[in-house]
Structures are given as structure tokens and as C-alpha cells.
């Protein structure tokens, strides 16, 4: 078992610095496009023994020392009575946004188990076959809300944050279902197999610090909370979350994820030093000539200090990338050593 993602959480040097990707199962992989086109996504997360292929797919491929589980952050909606598709070039679309208090109210409260009992099986499937750690995941309150509330993907998030502004208690409210759902979701991944979790707040940048804070910041926490006996180390990851950085790590994750706007020597003096950081090389930057990839991927491992750093993109790959060059990255990642 390859021991160096699960060494760095716990605060172990590990022989190598430790790499996995966002994103690293799908489009950029020619043989997840293959099994694309003839089943649509959400077939392939509800199908274990598709789901488990496709999330081994990357670990053959590329030698990560990770895997993540593949499903997507919507998967649990479903299971709560939300009518959904996912479109691809758009992502995930509600039939029916949440408006007011009655559409939290039609809000099933996820029962894993009954609910997603697909995701559990692929789990079980999954750590027979993986010699890495497996990585489970929820989208957190804030950016499912997103989705719930806008319908779908949006640019400046504006009815979200009106019902979070104009309505403090209905919003309140929707943080607590949907962190206590998403909370016995990951209890039950962690239950069924899973070795880490990452909560995914992707939309989580449009807040600034003081509504992060007031608004987002206690669901997060109850979440971490509730995982703590767990023992699983807890990664949140969110974009555009610069501003944010101190106040993520205040809620009790032991991992927190960096986009590539902020550089991670000045991540690490708004987090402190309790934490692990995971990033952050522009995921834009894999599209260029591989001197460029290894000299900006160079850069994040200096920055990173050779310890307590697990290399990450800043956010997914790219569906253009060229898996060749994602495996250069790993073995480029792997051979580093700090002042070398
Ligand atoms: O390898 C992995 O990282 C695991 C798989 C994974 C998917 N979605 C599969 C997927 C993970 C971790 C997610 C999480 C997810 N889904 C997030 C959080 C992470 C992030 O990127 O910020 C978000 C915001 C979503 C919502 C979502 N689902 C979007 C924005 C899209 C992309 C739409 C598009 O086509 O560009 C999806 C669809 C989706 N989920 C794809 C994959 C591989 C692309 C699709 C396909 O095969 O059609």
C-alpha cells in the first residue's frame, strides 16, 4: 500500500511529496471518453462496477498516489427528492430551484444507506482493487445551495446570496440540512471504506471573509466536527478562497486546499502551520510545452517548503490535457526533493 498521501495527513515526512489531481478521472482520459459514449455520467456513478472503473482508470494511468472516488457533488441531491440532470459543457441543472422555505421543507434528509446505496457498493469494490488511499467526497452547503437555488451554474450566485442576505434563518436553515445530509453521507463513505474526504466548497470565493464567516463558516465546521472521530483526515478545497484561507483552516480540517491564485508561501501565513496544504499549479498550465509544466510545477513544490504539501492542480484538469503530461507531472512530483 502506497502510504505517502495518508503520511503527509497525518504530519509524517513521507519519501516523497505525494500527488493526486481534481478532476483526474474523465474527459482528459481517453478511455473514461470511451465508456462515455455510450453511458451518460450519472448511469456511471450509479453502475459500481462503472463508477469503480472509471475511478481507477487515472491511478493505472498516471501512478497517483490517490484515488477519488467518482461520482459527483449532485449524486446526494438526487437522493433527497431533487429532480436533476447533468448536461455536459454546462453541468448540473434543477428542475425545481429552491424559492423560498417550502423548498427546503421538500428536502429529504439523505439516508445513505437507502439513498446512495450505489456509492457505498463502489467503495467496497474499490478497496479490494486500489494499492492508494481512497478519497471520498460532498460538495459542501454553500456551493450545493448554489446549485439548488440557481438552478444550475451561475455567474455571481445573486438569488443565492439574496435569500442568504434577505432571509438569514430560511438560509440558516438550508446550511443545517444540507450539512447534517452531507455529513452522514461522508460517515457512511468513510463507514464503507474511504481513507480521506475532501468537501468540495467550489463557489464558496464569491463570499468575502465576513459573510463566509457568518453565513457558510458553521456549516462547514459542524461537518468537520462531526467527522473528527472518524479519524479520516479532512481536506476542504474551494476557488477563488484566497481571502478565505485563515478562516477555512479555523474549521477544523487538517487539509486545506489552495486554488492557483494564491501562492502557497502565502497561503501557509493565512492558515498557520496546524494544517497540510493541497495545491495548487494552474490547471491551465498543463496545456503548455512540458519546460514550462516542470518549471511552474517547480515553483509550487518550492513554495510548498518539501513538507507538509500534497501536489494538487488548483483546481480540475482540464478535459484538453494531455495525460502524458499529467504522468510526467507525478514523476517529476515524486523525484523533487526540497533544494534539490
Ligand atoms: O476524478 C474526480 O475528480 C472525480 C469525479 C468528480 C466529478 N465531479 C465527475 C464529473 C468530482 C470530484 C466532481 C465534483 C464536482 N461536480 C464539483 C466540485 C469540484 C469542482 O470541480 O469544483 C462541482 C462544482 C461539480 C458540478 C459539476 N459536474 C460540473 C461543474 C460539471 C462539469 C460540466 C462540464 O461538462 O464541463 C459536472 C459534470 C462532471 N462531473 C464531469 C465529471 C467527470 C464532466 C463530465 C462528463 O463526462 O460529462
Redesign the pocket.
Known amino acids: 500500500m502506497n502510504d505517502r498521501f495518508l503520511a503527509v495527513c497525518r504530519g509524517d515526512a513521507p519519501d516523497a511529496t505525494p500527488i493526486w489531481f481534481?478532476?483526474?478521472?474523465?474527459?482528459s482520459l481517453p478511455e473514461y471518453r470511451a465508456l462515455?459514449a455510450t453511458h451518460d455520467?450519472l448511469t456511471l456513478c450509479r453502475t459500481p462496477e462503472l463508477a469503480a472503473e472509471v475511478t481507477l482508470q487515472?491511478v493505472r494511468r498516471l501512478g497517483v498516489d490517490a484515488a477519488?472516488?467518482?461520482?459527483?457533488?449532485?449524486v446526494p441531491l438526487e437522493a433527497m427528492g431533487v429532480a436533476l440532470k447533468?448536461v455536459?459543457?454546462?453541468?448540473?441543472i434543477i428542475e425545481s430551484p429552491i424559492a423560498d422555505e417550502s423548498g427546503i421543507d421538500s428536502l429529504a434528509p439523505l439516508s445513505p444507506e437507502d439513498g446512495v446505496s450505489y456509492v457505498l457498493e463502489t467503495i467496497g469494490i474499490l478497496r479490494k482493487e486500489l494499492d492508494v488511499p481512497l478519497i471520498g467526497?460532498a460538495?459542501a452547503p454553500f456551493?450545493l445551495a448554489t446549485y439548488l437555488i440557481e438552478g444550475g451554474?451561475s455567474k455571481n450566485q445573486a438569488r443565492t446570496k439574496a435569500l442568504m442576505y434577505g432571509a438569514p434563518k430560511v438560509w440558516h436553515r438550508l446550511m443545517h440540512v444540507l450539512a447534517d445530509s452531507m455529513l452522514a453521507y461522508l460517515r457512511a463513505q468513510v463507514s464503507a471504506g474511504c481513507q480521506a474526504i475532501q468537501l468540495?466548497d467550489?463557489w464558496a470565493g464569491h463570499l468575502g471573509p465576513i459573510e463566509y464567516g457568518e453565513f457558510v463558516l458553521p456549516a462547514v465546521k459542524r461537518i468537520m466536527d462531526g467527522l473528527k472521530a472518524s479519524g479520516v483526515p479532512r481536506i476542504v478545497f474551494g476557488?477563488t478562497t484566497g481571502e478565505l484561507l485563515g478562516l477555512i483552516a479555523e474549521s477544523g480540517a487538517d487539509v486545506v486546499g489552495v486554488d492557483w491564485r494564491t501562492p502557497l508561501d502565502v497561503a501557509r501565513t493565512r492558515t498557520g502551520e496546524a494544517v497540510i496544504l493541497q495545491g495548487n499549479l494552474d490547471p491551465a498550465v498543463c496545456l503548455a510545452p512540458w519546460e514550462t509544466v516542470r518549471a511552474r510545477a517547480g515553483d509550487v513544490l518550492e513554495r510548498g517548503g518539501g513538507r507538509n504539501h500534497i501536489f494538487n492542480l488548483g483546481?480540475?484538469v482540464l478535459p484538453d490535457t494531455d495525460p502524458a503530461t499529467l504522468k510526467r507531472l507525478v514523476d517529476f512530483v515524486h523525484d523533487w526533493r526540497p533544494d534539490a
Do not use: E, K, W, Y
Request: aromatic letters at 10%.
Open positions: 481534481m478532476r483526474q478521472a474523465g474527459r462515455r455520467i487515472p477519488i472516488l467518482f461520482s459527483d457533488i449532485v447533468i455536459p459543457g454546462v453541468g448540473p467526497f460538495g456551493t451554474p468540495f467550489s476557488v483546481h480540475g
